[in-house]
């Protein structure tokens, strides 16, 4: 389920709480997520990330404090006991040629995720001729580690994006490697039996994609932001679209300033 616009049913009239959108437990479960938490998160964001990450803690939180201030939950400068007392943080390390961002509130992790090791200034279109594309890096994630894991609706959200990404297009095509990637996340649902994996839909993706491109920053920014939303622990998958995405837009850069 899509955590872009987090909501409770009008029957409840209860804050949208941290437990309600992060996958986290004991007191911070039961706090309602505060302005200032939000505005907090976004400028350790901005300041580790230089910018929010779309889809990311910081975005989920803006949009649950804005609905919780609106409604009368709490204050416009309100901060929750443990954001308070602990602090929020955002960290990275490196991890093969890929920067992992962990998110948190006091100790709890409200979110994990890769990002291409590119400088943000770095122009978007200047990659070699050679430079990986979007269905390479696709199928890099057929024969990762991942390529074994069932499709689920993160992984379905994740192609559907590199695909609109690769295509220039603002739709997913029908019967096309975004369709087919929604149909198995679907059937998986349905199912206990053989359920399909990464690597039956990714397999020959450069073949199923109407048209490729070489992957930059902005494209695997998209496709983690597709994936994160789609996340309930906000965690992108090792080795999964994301993943892939963001190794192939460093690999690309490096290649391009080497």
Same mark, same amino acid.
């Given at each position: 389920?899509?955590?872009?616009?987090?909501?409770?049913?009008?029957?409840?009239?209860?804050?949208?709480?941290?437990?309600?959108?992060?996958?986290?437990? =004991?007191?911070?479960?039961?706090?309602?997520?505060?302005?200032? $938490?939000? /505005?907090?998160?976004?400028?350790?964001?901005?300041?580790?990330?230089?910018?929010?990450?779309?889809?990311?803690?910081?975005?989920?939180?803006?949009?649950?404090?804005?609905?919780?201030?609106?409604?009368?939950?709490?204050?416009?400068?309100?901060?929750? =006991?443990?954001?308070?007392?602990?602090?929020?943080?955002?960290?990275?390390?490196?991890?093969?040629?890929?920067?992992?961002?962990?998110?948190?509130? =006091?100790?709890?992790?409200?979110?994990?995720?890769?990002?291409?090791?590119?400088?943000?200034?770095?122009?978007?279109?200047?990659?070699?001729?050679?430079?990986? &594309?979007?269905?390479?890096?696709?199928?890099?994630?057929?024969?990762?580690?991942?390529?074994?894991?069932?499709?689920?609706?993160?992984?379905?959200?994740?192609?559907? /994006?590199?695909?609109?990404?690769? &295509?220039?297009?603002?739709?997913?095509?029908?019967?096309?490697?975004?369709?087919?990637?929604?149909?198995? /996340?679907?059937?998986?649902?349905?199912?206990?039996?053989?359920?399909?994996?990464?690597?039956?839909?990714?397999?020959?993706?450069?073949?199923?994609?109407?048209?490729?491109?070489?992957?930059?920053?902005? $494209?695997?920014?998209?496709?983690?932001?597709?994936?994160?939303?789609?996340?309930?622990?906000?965690? &992108?998958?090792?080795?999964?679209?994301?993943?892939?995405?963001?190794?192939?837009?460093?690999?690309?850069?490096?290649?391009?300033?080497?």
């Amino acid at each position: 389920m899509s955590q872009e616009q987090p909501k409770k049913p009008e029957a409840e009239q209860e804050p949208i709480k941290y437990g309600d959108v992060f996958n986290v437990s =004991g007191q911070l479960a039961s706090e309602a997520i505060a302005p200032r $938490d939000a /505005a907090l998160m976004q400028a350790t964001e901005n300041e580790t990330l230089g910018q929010t990450q779309k889809g990311g803690p910081a975005a989920v939180m803006q949009s649950a404090a804005a609905f919780n201030a609106g409604e009368g939950f709490v204050g416009p400068q309100d901060i929750s =006991g443990v954001a308070r007392e602990q602090g929020v943080g955002v960290s990275e390390a490196k991890v093969g040629g890929n920067r992992v961002i962990t998110e948190s509130v =006091g100790t709890h992790v409200v979110g994990q995720f890769v990002e291409p090791d590119v400088p943000m200034t770095t122009p978007a279109t200047a990659l070699e001729k050679d430079a990986i &594309t979007i269905g390479e890096a696709l199928e890099a994630s057929a024969l990762k580690g991942a390529g074994d894991k069932a499709v689920d609706q993160s992984d379905a959200a994740a192609i559907q /994006a590199a695909e609109m990404r690769a &295509t220039g297009r603002n739709e997913t095509a029908a019967g096309g490697l975004g369709a087919a990637a929604q149909s198995a /996340a679907t059937r998986n649902t349905r199912t206990v039996a053989t359920k399909t994996t990464l690597s039956h839909v990714l397999t020959d993706a450069r073949e199923k994609l109407a048209a490729d491109k070489a992957v930059t920053r902005e $494209d695997a920014e998209g496709v983690i932001g597709a994936e994160l939303r789609n996340k309930v622990d906000m965690r &992108t998958t090792s080795g999964g679209v994301a993943a892939s995405m963001a190794a192939a837009a460093t690999l690309n850069q490096n290649s391009y300033v080497s």
